[in-house]
């Protein structure tokens, strides 16, 4: 939603016309594009409701409830200089980070999610347009061969069982007798015979490729879309919590799984050398950490002063009552190298994973919302998720306030969720515990979250709408 930020217009402003539309304000060296009223109130846009978030590398896979590129863009060039060092203690799909690199920013990105961490390395990381070319050649054209191959030889016999089909091979063709299909939970619910052998046959492809590591892990990122358009998972339904598509939808699906795979890599090469030359000349870096925000080490990259601005969108909730960002991951990230027991310890460590209704929470706020849900909610445990859910967010309050230097801005992105019928006031408990550790509000922004950025739906059956834009400052 649009917000009135005060009366700066004629009086800090002298020489704007205050019935203009739209004004250019110069703050130090920025020229800055604000909205007036006819009052001459400024509005401060950040819903971005026609904005194309899907620009270079920011399209190179979808992720859950992602920070939009403009909203982190905005964050970064207003409350950062040039060669500043952005830190982002939750990044995700790493939005932050290529918005730090792109505006010629240095930045640390921390993840817990294994495919979201290895979305973010691939994201942020230039690649040469040569090599990337060579390789893109080699995987498509030998894709071909053996997709080839194998409907040439197998579509008149039919597959009965993944495991007969590879058994029967063994003997007949070497290539397919070295296929390996990763054994998860409900491999034959997610995806058709079919799919899965095709699937193998790109994902033994791209293992074996004789490359740089950096380039391997590009294609795997096109693998794992092509996993996530070819299951028969129902993500436009249930973008954070997918389900198996219905019978009818199920009967009619048929995915051609090398199709999905050619399209998405030749848009994704392009996307990755645009991003590529648009670095180029910029000489900063950017680390990417796989570990727990509630146990930050930066000390080997952080130089001696500290952060400068930490940009972040936390977790709403609990996973396993808001988006599941590893339930979702996990039907892509078993066909790119993650095991079974990496997602599992992963998903072990997100915020208020280890339910705790005694757990001490310095946030008014957050104890009275704590004793609502355990006073209204017929499930005992919805408490004692809250409360450890608060207890870790608090932790990872601390570590930003360790490492962001004196006088440094953190933004922090949040949405007020519902539990029990209740909304919960995520950026007053925000407030509150960051003013425990030496943080003064500066500012809190509002935005409306266009349905097409959030889930549908989650467990509490109802979106989370609006976000709140919170900025503190390090006293």
């Known amino acids: 939603m649009e917000q009135l930020h005060g009366d700066h217009g004629c009086q800090k402003y002298p020489s704007e016309k205050c019935f203009k539309n739209e004004s250019v304000i110069i703050v130090g060296l920025r020229m800055q594009h604000r909205t007036t009223t006819l009052a001459g109130k400024f509005i401060d846009d950040w819903t971005f409701k026609n904005a194309n978030t899907q620009y270079l590398t920011h399209g190179l896979h979808p992720y859950p409830a992602r920070m939009i590129p403009q909203l982190a863009k905005k964050l970064i060039m207003n409350y950062s200089e040039e060669e500043d060092w952005v830190l982002d ?61 194998l409907r040439n030889k197998y579509s008149k016999k039919g597959i009965v069982s993944i495991d007969k089909w590879i058994e029967k091979d063994t003997k007949s063709t070497s290539f397919i007798a070295e296929i390996e299909i990763p054994k998860f939970p409900n491999l034959d619910l997610w995806f058709n015979k079919n799919v899965a052998i095709e699937l193998a046959i790109l994902r033994k492809i791209i293992l074996k490729l004789d490359c740089e590591q950096p380039y391997r892990d590009f294609f795997k990122i096109c693998l794992s879309f092509t996993a996530m358009k070819s299951s028969n998972a129902d993500f436009e339904s249930h973008q954070a919590h997918p389900s198996r598509y219905k019978p009818e939808k199920l009967a009619a699906h048929s995915p051609n799984v090398l199709s ?60 396993k009552n808001t988006v599941g960002y590893h339930r979702w991951a996990k039907i892509m990230a078993y066909w790119i190298g993650f095991s079974r027991d990496e997602m599992k310890k992963s998903e072990e460590l997100s915020l208020g994973s280890k339910p705790n209704i005694d757990a001490d929470i310095p946030s008014k706020t957050a104890i009275s919302f704590v004793n609502l849900v355990k006073e209204k909610s017929k499930r005992e445990s919805r408490a004692a998720n809250l409360a450890s859910f608060f207890y870790d967010y608090n932790e990872t309050i601390i570590q930003m306030a360790n490492w962001l230097k004196s006088g440094g801005i953190a933004t922090i992105v949040v949405g007020n969720r519902l539990v029990s019928g209740h909304r919960i006031a995520m950026d007053r408990v925000t407030v509150e515990l960051a003013e425990q550790m030496g943080f003064k509000e500066e500012k809190t922004f509002y935005r409306d979250i266009p349905n097409t950025v959030m889930p549908r739906r989650i467990p509490e059956g109802e979106t989370i709408a609006r976000e709140s834009i919170i900025i503190l400052r390090k006293m």
Not at 261 to 274: A, P, Y
Not at 277 to 289: G, R
């Open 89 to 149: 203690p939750f990044c995700g799909s790493g939005t932050s980070l290529v918005e730090a690199r792109l505006n010629n920013r240095n930045s640390i990105g921390n993840e817990l999610n294994p495919l979201a961490f290895l979305l973010s390395k691939v994201k942020t990381t230039p690649l040469e347009k040569e090599e990337l070319g060579r390789l893109t050649k080699e995987v498509l054209n030998e894709a071909q061969e053996k997709s080839h191959l």
């Open 260 to 319: 999905i795979f050619r399209k998405k890599t030749t848009d994704s090469v392009n996307r990755v050398i645009d991003f590529s030359e648009k670095i180029s000349d910029k000489q900063v870096e950017c680390f990417i950490l796989f570990g727990d925000a509630k146990r930050l080490d930066l000390k080997s990259i952080v130089p001696r002063q500290g952060i400068d601005i930490i940009v972040t969108s936390p977790p709403y909730g609990e996973e």
